[in-house]
Nanobody, 122 residues
Framework: QLVESGGGLVQPGGSLTLSCAVS????????IGWFRQAPGKEREGVSA????????YYPDSVKGRFTISRDNADNTVYLQMNSLKPEDTAIYYC?????????????????WGQGTQVTVSS
C-alpha cells in the first residue's frame, strides 16, 4: 500500500514536500517513482529512486527544482519541490515497481497510491 500526503495550494516560487508512506512490501527491491497528471495531459514521471542501488532520475522539466529522498527506517519516500511553477499543477502519485531494471515507465509500475493534489497559483 502506498499513501501520499503533503499536497496543497502554494504560490508560484513556493515549496512543498510530498510524502509517500509504503507498507506491506520490502523497499529494498523496489523502484519508487513520483508521477503527475494534469487535466487533459498524459501522466508524466517526475522522479524515481532505485532502492537497490540508489539510482535517481529527474526529467529536465523538474531537474534542479525537485529532490527525491528516502527514509529506510520509516519506509517513506519524499519529493521536495522548490521554485514551483503554475505548470507543476497536477495530481501527484507515488508508485512502486518490481521491474528488474531501473525504470520511470508508468506501465512498469505495479502499485500506485491514490494521489495528492498540488496547485500552484497566485
Amino acid at each position: 500500500q502506498l499513501v501520499e500526503s503533503g499536497g496543497g495550494l502554494v504560490q508560484p516560487g513556493g515549496s512543498l514536500t510530498l510524502s509517500c508512506a509504503v507498507s506491506g512490501v520490502t523497499l529494498g527491491t523496489f523502484t519508487i517513482g513520483w508521477f503527475r497528471q494534469a487535466p487533459g495531459k498524459e501522466r508524466e514521471g517526475v522522479s524515481a529512486i532505485d532502492f537497490s542501488d540508489g539510482s535517481i532520475y529527474y526529467p529536465d522539466s523538474v531537474k534542479g527544482r525537485f529532490t527525491i529522498s528516502r527514509d529506510n527506517a520509516d519506509n517513506t519516500v519524499y519529493l521536495q519541490m522548490n521554485s514551483l511553477k503554475p505548470e507543476d499543477t497536477a495530481i501527484y502519485y507515488c508508485a512502486a515497481s518490481l521491474y528488474p531494471e531501473f525504470t520511470i515507465v508508468s506501465h512498469e509500475f505495479d502499485y500506485w497510491g491514490q494521489g495528492t493534489q498540488v496547485t500552484v497559483s497566485s
